[in-house]
């Protein structure tokens, strides 16, 4: 069986909620929390070893921070059916799960900042879908040859 090229992602978090310095230091994490369709299916498309770069989003200014691999897949989010959690999603049951997610562990935190602003600027909105205005989705994918570029970059 011929191994496959890993494919690549992007990932959004907001640093005050999960940082690359607090998956440096977990080393690995459930990325929990997903209540966007989309979002979800992407994850449902991952594999293991896939590789996802780390996007620190909602602050000044936002970008791709790190590296992380896929390590697990189709683990059903717990935090859906937990009432204190703010993404408890009462129509979800534990027999018929709406959200699941996958673990993540840490590879390497960025030598710089690869900045929403530059990114802009090496890419174009069909070419890396975090640049194009108005994408609010928190799980992208990313294609290799595009991947390849940034990975040079960080």
Known sequence: MVQQEPSYWLMKSEPDAYSIDTLKNDKATLW???????????????HIGDKVF??????????IVGLMEVTDLNIVDPTQFEKDSKYYDPK???????????????????????SLPELKI??????LLVVKKGNRLSILPVRNDIAKIILEKI
């Open 122 to 127: 090496l890419f174009s909105e069909d070419e």
């Open 32 to 46: 929990d929390g997903i209540r966007n369709y989309q979002a979800r299916n992407f994850m449902r498309n991952m």
């Open 92 to 114: 979800s049951k534990p027999e018929n799960p709406r959200w699941d997610c996958v673990k993540v562990k840490y590879i390497s935190k960025s030598n710089k900042l690869l």
């Open 54 to 63: 780390f996007y620190h989003s909602n602050c000044k200014p936002p970008g």
